[in-house]
Nanobody, 120 residues
Framework: QLQASGGGVVQAGDSLRISCVATGRAFNTYTVGWFRQAPGKRRELIAC???????YHSDSVKGRFTMSRDNGDNAVYLLMNILKPEDTAIYSC????????????????WGQGTLVTVSS
């Protein structure tokens, strides 16, 4: 089970860190992704991290967002800097043993999202 938290209302240019905590064993063997869905738009993968710690960030967030993981806490994080109004979305975490499944947007395990609202 995955649970995202840490969303809120911030101003453009602010920073925010959101978290995703997993329950269960062997979390460190999963690739985990952060997805977001803005109103009226398709869900998109914006970052993922493999079991080995390799990260991927989409072009839309590269250089502003950083994903990390702490296997001891069974958690992954997304540090979001220089937030823009277009970053407003529901952010969800999802996991799968297969990195390919996460990159395709079809991971097996999904958590509830957390809403991030960026005001201009």
């Amino acid at each position: 089970q995955l649970q995202a938290s840490g969303g809120g209302v911030v101003q453009a240019g602010d920073s925010l860190r959101i978290s995703c905590v997993a329950t269960g064993r062997a979390f460190n063997t999963y690739t985990v992704g952060w997805f977001r869905q803005a109103p009226g738009k398709r869900r998109e993968l914006i970052a993922c991290i493999t079991d080995g710690g390799t990260t991927y960030h989409s072009d839309s967030v590269k250089g502003r967002f950083t994903m990390s993981r702490d296997n001891g806490d069974n958690a992954v994080y997304l540090l979001m800097n220089i937030l823009k109004p277009e970053d407003t979305a529901i952010y969800s975490c999802a996991a799968d043993k297969s990195m390919a499944a996460v990159l395709r947007g079809t991971p097996n395990y999904w958590g509830q999202g957390t809403l991030v609202t960026v005001s201009s």
